[in-house]
């Protein structure tokens, strides 16, 4: 690669959202030089840009967290700056951390320079070549212009498969699948009347609603840590595919767009909206899938409803399939077959792709079908994965090589649940 070499060290992350900041930390605690790349100006991505409210750590039914580690630190940090709280849903994920996104934001620079991480923010990977089956140098996109870095281990917590899919993975690409989960323009309101306001009244109101187009009659408005202003989970974008540049285009106006009608119908027709006003939309609309890896594991809808156990867990979930590709509802589907807390265990072979050697994948990207996808994408799974990635990396250049039950006890050495 011609381009200026800008860094080189043991291991590169790409992409700093919940899973990405997870691995990171976690190789660079483990003593490797880590190198964070993110095409935003900030960390946190997803969890940062679209949502307040991890959840995950606790499976529906179930009181007994199955994440902890770095997930869960990052959690006591946002306790610790009374940035956050437990708040028990009424319809189906469990119990949810809800945060403060901003404060979010700074845990993480907090506890990357913590780790010794180094990081690039407004930088973007844009070409990935390699060296027979292996990695050997990344493209950027920075504000210098191109530049090279080079590790030994490479980590795609790109949400999109993008290193994966440069490298020559086998992913399973949006444009092929039958169902692809819907996009999301999330967005806040101050100046709501909370005493007044009820979810049952809200998912009433909304299934009856006449003069609006309503993509989503249910879906989340809940109170935030700022008094009078609410989070809202309601506006649906269906059928785009999120990796073709002008889909994502329109998706993001077709989001605004929703967001002004949902406005609309919550200010004139729900009690304590009365004098409700927008205060932001998410920075960019939030996707909830796009291409995933084809590793040397596939995670199945069987795996996550039979709750099953896997040797080389790396990681536990109880998150229900949360699919939201049916029409104007939600579709539900328990761990177990019911809501009683039980969980399943993720295996190492989901973060790892057939095809190219010294890669690990993270997050919402790893390897798992439509439905499984749509349990573990949680992002408490999201920082258990990126943890086991990162601690994996740090064992080498052949990730698929290493010993997973040496992997799994150093895991839980560090405070992972497994
Ligand atoms: C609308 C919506 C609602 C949801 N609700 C919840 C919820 O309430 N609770 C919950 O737990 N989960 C929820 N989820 C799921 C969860 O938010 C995601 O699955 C999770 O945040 C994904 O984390 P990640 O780290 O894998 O990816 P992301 O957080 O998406 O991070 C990927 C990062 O990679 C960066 N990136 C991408 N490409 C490049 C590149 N080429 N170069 C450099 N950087 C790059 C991006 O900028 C981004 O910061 C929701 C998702 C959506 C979309």
Redo the contacts with the bound molecule.
Sequence with gaps: MSDPLLWSGDVIV???????CAAAVAAAREGASVLL????GFFG???AA??D????FYPPGGNERVVGGIGWEVCEALFAREAAFERPNTYGAGT?VTYEPEILKQVWDDLLADADVTTLLH???TDVLMDGDKVSHLGLHTAAGPRSVKAVVYID????A?LAWRAGAAVDAPRDQVRRQPM?A?FRLGGVDLARTSAADLHRRMAEATGYVLPRREGSTHRTMLPGVVHT?LTRVSGADPTDPWQLSDAEREGRRQVREYVRFLTAEVPGYEQAYLINTSIRI???ESRRLRGRYLLTRYDVLQAREFADAIARCGAPVEDHDGGSKTVWEYVGGAATGRSYGVPYGCLLPVEVGNLLVA???LSATHSAHASV????Q?FATGQAAGTAASFGENPADLDVQVLRKRLIDQGALL
């Design positions: 790409a992409g700093g959202g919940s899973a990405g790349v993110e095409s935003a991505g997803t969890g679209v949502l409210t991890f959840y995950g949810g930088a973007t990977v917590a790109t949400g999109d993008e999301t999330t989970n939030g996707v909830r997050g919402r990207c994408r949680s992002m408490a999201c």
